[in-house]
C-alpha cells in the first residue's frame, strides 16, 4: 500500500500545536495515573482506528510497565477481569465521549464515575479524552504513519 503525501500540520502551522502541547503538559501534571492516562489514550485510538496513535501509545504503555496481557485485552474490556472498577468506568467514559453522537454521555456512566473518582479527576479524564480525541483526528486527517 502506497501512503499518500499530505500536509505536515506541524511544519505548516508549527504555532497550532503550541496550544495543543499546553494541554498535554497540564494532563501530564494531573492526578491521573500514567497507566490510566496511557488507557484512555490506546482505548480513544483504537476506537478511532488511528494506527499512529494506536502504535505510538502501546508503546508508552509498555515504556511505564503496561502488561502485554492488558494491552491485548483493551479491545474487549468489557468482557475482561484485568482490568479496575475506575479504569472500566473510565474506559467507558472515553467510549462514549469518544463515539459521542451515538447516544452522548449516560447519566449511569458519569455517576459511576463520579462517584468512583470525584468530580476534579472526571474533569481531567475528560480533558484527556478530548486531547486524544483531538490527536487522532489530527493523525487521521493528515494520514500520519511511522516509518
Known amino acids: 500500500m502506497q501512503v499518500q503525501d499530505r500536509i505536515r500540520i506541524d511544519q505548516l502551522e508549527p504555532t497550532s500545536y503550541k496550544p495543543m502541547f499546553g494541554l498535554e503538559e497540564y494532563l501530564n501534571n494531573t492526578g491521573i495515573t500514567p497507566t490510566l492516562r496511557n488507557l484512555i489514550k490506546l482505548n480513544a485510538s483504537i476506537i478511532n482506528k488511528c494506527a499512529y496513535c494506536i502504535q505510538m501509545h502501546t508503546e508508552q504503555s509498555r515504556k511505564i510497565g503496561e502488561t502485554e496481557q492488558r494491552i491485548y485485552a483493551l479491545p474487549a474490556w468489557q468482557e475482561s477481569l ?43 479524564c475528560i480533558m484527556q479524552i478530548v486531547a486524544i480525541n483531538a490527536w487522532n483526528r489530527i493523525a487521521l486527517s493528515t494520514k500520519m504513519y511511522h516509518s
Open 82 to 124: 484485568l482490568f479496575t472498577d475506575v479504569e472500566r468506568a473510565v474506559l467507558q467514559l472515553t467510549e462514549e465521549i469518544t463515539q459521542i453522537s451515538v447516544a452522548g454521555v449516560t447519566d449511569k456512566t458519569y455517576s459511576g464515575c463520579i462517584e468512583l473518582l470525584g468530580e476534579k479527576a472526571v474533569a481531567q
